[in-house]
């Protein structure tokens, strides 16, 4: 295992970076009420395939040759800036990539193939010139947070429907935990502040400052959240509407802290208040599938 992390082909993918997508790819499938489990089991690793490995490693091996240059300087111990990886290999290496993601999302239906054609899109527009969402926070960290939630929970759902829409109850779920990561993005931005601010990119730390960009995170985290619980809520999801307020009120405390110190404490936040998000994503997601199976309105 070791070898193989090592290698500078799989070192680009960037592993540890699948987390967020598969964990969204999940809620997607618990979501859907799991229907024909029996006859689609077989897709869910498929499913998972493409939601980590192949569409979001694709976007990093997009992101570090484009950053090329700048890696030069910064991390030059990179696979590409060490010439580990010569040459136009990681260009040709992120097309192939690109089209093998495209195939293996054919095989999982019409709407999982054009959510991958989507995302594609925004990983090639997050870094390429002349888009390069990721040049300012605005649009750089709404392209991410699609991406990494919203795109892989309607491509779960879609997969174990059998390559049918979701249901709209999904659909309004999965965008609001999307708006909320905007928030998360833009904590995650706190750690290349200096750098940012030498090399122009306008993140929301460098346009706001760390105090407000950090204030208007928790905000933007704490909205969508508010709305779920009382969708939940309105669906008679009580127990589900419940955790997600108690996971909502320990995420408060956990921004007070963050709030006192936001460029040192976004670490700390990213391992406690995302954890508590995202584990009332997997929460929303148990109520959904509750009902599909009774056909909730």
Known sequence: MKKLLSNP????????TWFPPMWAFA??????GLPNIADHWYLIPLGILLAGPLVCGNSQI????????VDAINEPQRPIPSGRVPGRRALWYAIAVSLLSLGVAWLLGTWVFWATVFGLAMAWGYSMPPFRFKGNGWWGNSAVALC??????????AVMLGGAFPDWRIVAVLLLYSAGAHGIMTLNDFKALEGDR??????LPVQMGPE??????CLV???PQVVVILLLLKWDALFQGGLVTASLLAQFWCMSVMLKDPKGKAPWYNMTGVTLYV???MVSATALAGLASVGAP
């Open 148 to 157: 990494y939630e919203g795109l892989p929970w309607f491509t779960g759902a």
């Open 62 to 69: 997009i992101n570090d040759w484009f950053d090329r240059h």
């Open 198 to 203: 030498q090399m122009n990119v306008r993140s």
């Open 221 to 223: 985290m704490a909205l």
């Open 212 to 217: 407000r960009a950090a204030k208007f995170a």
């Open 27 to 32: 809620c997607g499938v618990v979501s859907s």
């Open 9 to 16: 082909y799989v070192q680009l993918l960037k592993p540890v």
């Open 279 to 281: 584990l009332g994503m």
